[in-house]
T-cell receptor
């Protein structure tokens, strides 16, 4: 089985721009979660989608949004980028809800905001 | 509010010895706990989990202990190997998984040959 894939792997943007990150879960997995990892902050939960519905949301501003398609693929969008948005963005998939199942992570998208 | 705390940012042990990574939590509703390992430039990988109905779970060299009264869990790695050098994240969830998974900030383990 193919693992979780994320595109692009690296991205450089400037302040004020917007960005869209993509995640393809493991085949058959219906839950996709997004996390932001910054040095010293661990993995901070952004949101979780299950069967195209947002199930949980973390404490991030409305500039961070996401969606899930009928094939379980998910996209995350960040608008009006700020320098502090520079981070590794990780996507993880699981068969059932993330809190009750093993999550499989993708390699991440490294976003740099200049 | 950090509900899952890993108070040691780093830990260094000798190859062959025991590594003990600790994790404390504040939310008494947490009922499922997991450990993930992360190498640089890779996503985290699942290591081991434990449900709140148990106090110990083993998988090869890895054992997780849960002390619900102290709201504390620990990961023991015996014997430690250089390939175990990575960042270890503790995570917890509540309500049978309907609540979001909460991660700690991680502990960087270095196993010296």
């Amino acid at each position: 089985k193919a693992g979780v894939t994320q595109t692009p792997r690296y991205l450089i943007k400037t302040r004020g721009q917007q960005v869209t990150l993509s995640c393809s879960p493991i085949s058959g997995h219906r839950s996709v979660s997004w996390y932001q990892q910054t040095p010293g902050q661990g993995l901070q939960f952004l949101f979780e989608y299950f069967s195209e519905t947002q199930r949980n949301k973390g404490n991030f501003p409305g500039r961070f949004s996401g969606r899930q398609f009928s094939n379980s693929r998910s996209e995350m969008n960040v608008s009006t980028l700020e320098l502090g948005d520079s981070a590794l963005y990780l996507c993880a998939s699981s068969f059932v809800l993330a809190g009750a199942d093993t999550q499989y992570f993708g390699p991440g998208t490294r976003l740099t905001v200049l | 509010d950090q509900q899952v705390k890993q108070n040691s940012p780093s830990l260094s042990v000798q190859e062959g010895r025991i590594s003990i990574l600790n994790c404390d939590y504040t939310n008494s509703m947490f009922d499922y706990f997991l450990w993930y390992k992360k190498y640089p430039a890779e996503g985290p990988t699942f290591l081991i989990s434990i449900s709140s109905i148990k106090d110990k779970n083993e998988d090869g060299r890895f054992t997780v202990f849960l002390n619900k009264s102290a709201k504390h869990l620990s990961l023991h790695i015996v014997p430690s190997q250089p390939g175990d050098s990575a960042v270890y994240f503790c995570a917890a969830s509540a309500q049978g998984g309907s609540e979001k998974l909460v991660f700690g900030k991680g502990t960087k383990l270095t196993v010296n040959p």
